[in-house]
């Protein structure tokens, strides 16, 4: 057993480092017929497809409500409060409670585009390259680390504002008061601001991921010449 393991992991090296070397012989487009630009173009335009077609639908009604990839639950110390409610017949409150949460982050999600936008025209041919060679959800990665602060410097007040304007911070606030007014139960706090825009912050990669894994593993999804001739090189 030890040995076929071995096996398989040289030639799982084996064909990484195969696969680096094509890439690092690429400035000069040799018998592949890419260049530097075409390869850092081609990731940028997968990086806009699923931003395109990702993260638009997250901006729509129910966007975040209706898919489960990505749906915003309640914190783990307000799931307690989400049973009382249900358990004494009030489903439909804590239903409204998880829909105001949702349309929050789909209201916020709108500022992303700009910032993904600027973030994606920044990449270089070695980012594409390490990206090229990556994980399945590279590109993605490397969107997270250049816009993950701005964007929830972007989202947190907006869904702050989301909340105020159907008074679901108000009804939330009551609703724990009265829940930790309760003998002999530990009390909650929660940030629902904060935690509402890490969640919206999770969707948005989330489905970016769903459509970078799809042109990576999936000919069909690569749309463009451009994408099938970079992405081939990692097939």
Known sequence: MKKIICFFLIITISSCAELQ?????????????????????????????????QVSKLTAKDGF???????????????????????VG???????GLKIMN??????????T??????VKQITFNDAKNILIGADDAATSYLKQRTQNELYQKFNPVIKNSF?????????????????????TSNVNPNLTDYVTQEAL????????VEEEQIRNKVSSRTTDLLRRV?????
């Open 164 to 184: 105020n304007k159907v008074g679901a911070d108000q009804i939330w606030s009551n609703i724990i008061t009265r829940y930790n007014s309760i003998p002999f």
């Open 202 to 209: 999770k969707g948005v990669y989330t489905m970016i991921a």
């Open 114 to 119: 700009p910032i993904f936008v600027n973030a």
């Open 90 to 96: 009030l489903s439909s409150l804590a239903d409204e």
């Open 21 to 53: 070397q094509v890439v690092n012989n690429l400035p000069q487009g040799g018998g592949l017929g890419i260049t530097n630009t075409e390869i850092a173009n081609g990731l940028r335009q997968a990086l806009d497809k699923g931003i395109d077609k």
């Open 103 to 112: 349309r929050a982050a789909e209201d916020a999600v709108k500022e992303a």
């Open 65 to 87: 409500y209706r898919n489960e990839l990505v749906k915003i639950l309640l914190p783990e110390e307000l799931r307690k409060v989400d049973k009382a409610l249900r358990d």
């Open 231 to 235: 992405f081939a090189l990692q097939d």
